[in-house]
């Protein structure tokens, strides 16, 4: 029941991500395309709009599926903490392949902050999903 706990919580949250992401771009919330850096990828250059958000959707699947199985692992730490440090980590990480890794502080400035509140809000549903049914088998028992 885990797994499929899992599986579904990161079902929602790469529909949520891709979605909001989608509008952010729309919006011009966000001075990037969120597939653009898909384009470096020989192969990818081939696929059409559409097969490249839904590689970004398997891509934020995975990622929520592997964080949802960390918060699981280790309950005691408390799913806002864990959210905010996957935050920082998918944050930086992200902006690495936005300006091509000639990572400056000075570009720090330059995050977009709707961007940082969305993944702050995907991997906060993330980490609290999985720490509260974490706990809730403990305190039931049936861990």
């Known amino acids: 029941t885990v797994l499929k706990l899992a ?3 990161s079902v929602v949250n790469a529909f949520i991500a891709i979605f909001s ?11 990037w ?35 949802y199985m960390i918060c699981a692992a280790i309950p005691v ?25 000639q990572y400056k502080w000075s570009e720090m400035k330059k995050l977009p902050i709707p961007f940082v509140v969305l993944v702050l809000v995907c ?10 049914y974490m706990n809730e088998k403990i305190i039931r028992g049936t861990k």
Do not use: N
């Open 7 to 9: 599986i579904t919580t």
């Open 123 to 132: 991997c906060r549903f993330v980490t609290e999903t999985s720490v509260f």
């Open 33 to 67: 395309h969120p597939t653009r850096f898909m384009d470096s990828i020989y192969f990818v250059r081939l696929f059409g709009a559409p097969e490249k958000w839904l590689m970004l959707g398997i891509i934020i699947f995975i990622a929520s599926f592997l964080l």
């Open 77 to 101: 730490v408390p799913g806002w903490l864990s959210s905010i440090i996957a935050t920082i980590i998918i944050v930086f990480v992200v902006h690495s392949f936005i300006i091509d890794f």
């Open 21 to 31: 992401l989608k509008l952010l771009q729309v919006f011009k919330f966000i001075p």
